[in-house]
């Protein structure tokens, strides 16, 4: 059995000191070790992988013995369970596809919502429910909520905007609290909103790119996760950036989920540590 | 239509006023043109893209009434024919199949050679005819005589080694001169042949890369069509370089694809001058 | 003796032919040759360096008989002349300075003014005439008349803002179209605006970069020429990323000058297009 | 006063805890901690900034109380002095200097010996001694005894060959263990030896690159501290390859350079692992 102890709070002497020493008297072998300080907000961050037996109520609680005010975490390694949003490129949401196909992401994919009916031949293909919940004639809200019906009861680890082309209200995203991870396609805080491979052929810039973040109540504005950057030119019209960009989006957006299911990511003041 | 017009030649004054001359005279829209000289070996290059009705011999003897010495090529625009080869890993190959599937990557698969099984339902799940051809037992020229087999009378347009992990003899390569392409998983020259992710791991190297390039008869020694990398670091196994270089190797395996089914590539002296 | 001819004009069928005719029957020497087609604006780029004897007048009078409405210009290659601007960061100065005593970067410098007085030290051991003119006390037209009285008699090439930390009105601007670069300290259209690296550390971006681009009336919003970037993480103050930005700001800026210096940039709809 | 303390020793349970009571019962301020496990070599690296009044042999007796087999090393802060050697290139030398000069590198330089003699101007502008120790008529340890003479009484913190581009013996390179920093102007290890960017457009690859890495015995062998790439094409000469990669040469040396004095590099088993 491998757990991930993740934990947060305050900065202040001696925390290592006095988590090691927790882990120390259970006689846990720590696999890895990572720690970050942020002065500007005089956070600690910690996270260790521990191998063996773990009681993990025991656990949080000798720490919290020792770091009252710890924000305490700790998980099970198993498959996280994904559920996946798209509306009609296969790009991203193939990628991960071949990547759950071929072990390469370590993760099982519950189904596919997409609100274009196109992708269904494709998800089929690998045994993946696939879900067509069109959005036209509806409220965002009702569209939202069609959603939630089908993902809330299969409880996913995250769920994954695979291009999905809507935007969620508040009532969609305050049920998955940083769980929720968007693929943009710019180099975000560049070419906010739509179209921005045509914003950035517009603009007439030398590098696009992609970012991978969470969603929260404002649009394109979560805590970033990874971002990545191909060189375009003079040459290109902006269908073509669009083509090439792909490339760069479905692998920023595995980066991201693969951080994610090896529970890497802290989140704080809207940025990510990643450790 | 669409014609693309590919000239080599040595370089003399008056190429392109000459060539010009008989498109112009002929009447043709030119959708796009580039040349290079390549002044160390005195080469001339030339790629036109014209659209209009061409009769190709026509167009050729007029272009060679004016540039006697040219190595003249016309290409009618079509969607081309590819045979992929591969081995046992789905990352190179399921990227071109999602490609070929979504419209990003305008061809047509033949068929899929692999030495090894457990590709079959991947390829078939997209309808491809899977060839499972084992190597054990045979000899190298034996090997690729049952493939050569089944690949010649399909006349591919180009043979693609999508993790193909066996080296070709010439018995192989030369029926089909600059047209395998395949992706070594180091960025060559570094680290040639096998497992260079161990080896790049055992060097300590904080790049690594992938490297496309057309098959010669010198193993890893063909023109280099394209590559790309990716940052590694201390805390990474050589395994899990393999897995990161593995979105690396499919990416630019499928930009040299790109450029080649575009009719970009001329090969001379071992290199490739993509226009 | 070597020239660069620049032509700029309405796409039309045969341009290529009518230029490249002029050129063959005048007997030049073609060291290099581009063309670009902006399909979208339909617009067509043209850009020769010729070897030999030149009379620019008369080989501009013939290629406009053949193309009557073409922009033509004809630069005879000598080493480009600029006048340099700071403020008071030593990096994208310094970096101009040693390629240019090196040789790297084949230019005159012909002075650097500055509103700040601390890279006096530094300029005057290259033995280049450095100007302090302080903007305190004085509005922005009366500062820059200051410099324009300065730089305008010694006509140069290209102004180069090499940190120059000051807005520039259309009262300076607009002396010189095109032919001031300045580099950004942010991959525009991020970040634009005061202090784009405090910016990017509170976005918790993961990449940060440099742009250089002509300056015109709008602020940061001028024709990009260059673009770079580099790897941040959560680790670093924003302090550390303007160490770390500056190498790829010195860099974007030096690749900038070195296209504008060999006549190699053309300006077209806020963008550049460079053969 | 601030400290680094670095330790590397065989893994096992415990180390952080053990180390991090230590540091703890001193009540020191611990600014940041690293620790990192070599799992296939069963080490372990930790460092540590601290900030406080140290006794450096007190808390070195401490720690080897605690962790007896550990390799234990403190340094204070201070500005680290470095000895540069070059051959006649400036771009290196000149990042290195510019860098000083301005703040962006927070060293000493205490002299350069070159053996070529164009490079004396650059460096006495900064005051810095520059030594023309020339190579002709010498046996290689001859000319190395003469820069050792010079060199070995300064005890220099670091030796930074800023395109030195000589062959170091044993002689000279055991002097300095891990203290010798090479700028190699290839991607190591693809194009070891002569004029790497000859051999690259040779090879016809379409990246480039640079390494730094730490002097051993076996040429371009040593460790590898950073290494970056830059695209190239098929128009560019070997020149052309020569001077887009110098840029590249001196960020690389100069960010091997800053991890160096930072104390961030242990060195095992011919890699760095940088905390």
């Keep these: 059995m491998k757990y991930t102890l993740l934990i947060q709070c305050d900065d202040k002497k001696g925390l290592?000191?006095?988590?090691?020493?927790?882990?120390?008297?259970?006689?846990?072998?720590?696999?890895?070790?990572?720690e970050f300080v942020d002065k500007e907000n005089n956070k600690f961050f910690f996270r260790a992988v521990i191998a063996g037996e773990v009681d993990k109520e025991k656990l949080k609680n000798e720490i919290l013995k020792e770091v009252p005010c710890a924000d305490v975490e700790i998980f099970k390694k198993r498959k996280k369970r994904l559920f996946l949003l798209a509306t009609k490129e296969a790009h991203a949401l193939g990628d991960i596809l071949i990547k759950q196909y071929s072990g390469d992401l370590d993760v099982e994919i519950i189904g596919v919502i997409a609100n274009r009916n196109n992708l269904k031949d494709l998800v089929e293909k690998f045994n993946i429910p696939f879900y067509y919940i069109p959005a036209e004639g509806k409220s965002r809200v009702e569209h939202e909520n069609e959603m939630l019906e089908i993902i809330k009861p299969t409880n996913p680890d995250f769920?994954?905007?695979?291009?999905?082309?809507?935007?969620?209200?508040?009532?969609f995203v305050e049920e998955f609290p940083n769980k929720i991870i968007n693929i943009h396609h710019s180099f975000l805080p560049a070419f906010i909103g739509a179209n921005p491979y045509k914003q950035a052929y517009d603009r007439g810039v030398k590098i696009i790119g992609a970012t991978a973040h969470f969603v929260n109540n404002n649009?394109?504005?979560?805590?970033?996760?990874?971002?990545?950057?191909?060189?375009?030119?003079?040459?290109?019209?902006?269908?073509?950036?669009?083509?090439?960009g792909r490339d760069i989006e479905k692998i920023v957006l595995s980066r991201a989920i693969k951080k994610a299911i090896e529970d890497r990511i802290f989140v704080y003041a809207n940025k990510t540590i990643i450790l």
């Design 219 to 244: 649009l394109d504005d979560g805590p970033i996760i990874e971002q990545d950057v191909t060189r375009v030119n003079h040459e290109m019209s902006w269908e073509e950036m669009r083509v090439q």
């Design 16 to 34: 290592v000191y006095k988590i090691s020493k927790v882990l120390f008297e259970n006689d846990f072998n720590i696999e890895t070790q990572q």
């Design 159 to 171: 769920i994954i905007l695979a291009k999905f082309m809507r935007i969620l209200t508040p009532n």
